[in-house]
């Protein structure tokens, strides 16, 4: 009886998506082997964590009154029923809550410490062959790059969120069927975030990540709801975030047909032969 060989190529929807989620665990597999790593993307993500987890239980806080604001109707109705419609009301809040809490953690995370994690992705660039075809940009120019086009995704994310928090209202679906499609919209925007410096580092901006990574939409959103589950756990996102970064890079490299095969270990300050860089105006 022929055995299928675990190296044979990745195929059908939930294969690319498990290959999605073990580009996350390939990139925690990096960051927990490299202390220097872990030092440059811990305290970024630590500033972030505290701010937002200080906004997300000023929103718990207020929950109650939020929900009661947007269910004027109940007002006249028994105890019970107006107590359980504002539950649901205050849980379709917490939700949306905590999938923009998510993405605006992500783009500030990245804005804060945008020298920590582009040197970060960087070094996983240089383990698995360098970049080809590498642009030099100036720091301000790429750090202006990607706080417009995070406030762009942040945008469209919010936009996303309004329809999700009106379905949260609804009994049942909006506690089973919401969550799981926030998961999905959250985790593709995690994705397109989080290799924001890979792609910038090619000389290529938002629509060319979103047209590369809708190629294999299944391994990009495996890759973001596992990103999406782990910054939903306490602490999740400040101790993930450069893993996360890192997993993104190996997502676009893979993303562009390159090598994510392994290379020369990763350690900081070593010489690594780095690839000669174009700059911006040269290509």
Same mark, same amino acid.
């Not at 990607?146 to 995704?153: C, G, Q, T």
């Not at 994510?260 to 990763?266: A, F, T």
């Given at each position: 009886m022929d055995v299928p060989s675990i190296a044979a190529p990745v195929t059908g929807v939930v294969g690319r998506f498990l290959s999605g989620v073990g580009l996350l665990l390939r990139g925690i597999g990096l960051y927990v082997r490299s202390p220097g790593l872990m030092l440059l993307g811990i305290v970024p993500a630590l500033i972030s964590g505290t701010l937002f987890v200080a906004a997300f239980a000023t929103l718990v806080y207020f929950v109650d009154d939020l929900a009661a604001l947007v269910t004027p109707f109940a007002?006249?109705?028994?105890?019970?029923?107006r107590s359980l419609v504002r539950a649901i009301a205050g849980l379709a809040f %917490?939700? $949306?809550?905590? %999938? %923009?809490?998510?993405?605006?953690?992500?783009? $500030?995370? %990245?804005?804060i410490g945008d020298p920590f994690y582009e040197k970060i992705s960087e070094r996983v660039e240089e383990r698995y062959g360098g970049t080809p075809g590498a642009v030099e940009v100036p720091f301000w120019a790429s750090l202006r790059r990607?706080?417009?086009?995070?406030?762009?995704?942040v945008a469209i994310s919010a936009l996303v969120g309004v329809p999700l928090l009106a379905a949260g209202l609804i009994p049942v679906v909006g506690q089973t069927v919401? &969550? $799981?499609?926030?998961?999905? $919209?959250?985790?593709?925007?995690?994705?397109? @975030?989080?290799?924001?410096? &890979?792609?910038y580092r090619r000389g290529m901006r938002l629509p060319d990540r979103r047209s590369l990574l809708k190629a294999d939409r299944a391994t990009t959103l495996g890759f973001g709801v596992a990103v999406f589950g782990c910054f939903l756990i306490p602490l999740g996102a400040v101790l993930i975030m450069p893993a996360a970064v890192a997993g993104a890079t190996l997502l676009t490299r893979r993303s562009l047909g390159q090598s994510? @095969?392994?290379?020369? &270990?990763?350690e900081l300050g070593q010489p690594t032969g780095e690839p000669l860089r174009r700059s911006a105006g040269e290509r």
């Open positions: 007002d006249d109705w028994s105890g019970t029923a %917490l939700g $949306v809550g905590g %999938l %923009l809490g998510v993405l605006t953690f992500t783009a $500030v995370t %990245l804005a990607s706080v417009v086009d995070s406030l762009r995704l919401v &969550p $799981v499609i926030g998961a999905m $919209v959250g985790g593709w925007f995690l994705a397109l @975030e989080l290799a924001g410096a &890979p792609f994510i @095969e392994l290379g020369q &270990p990763i």
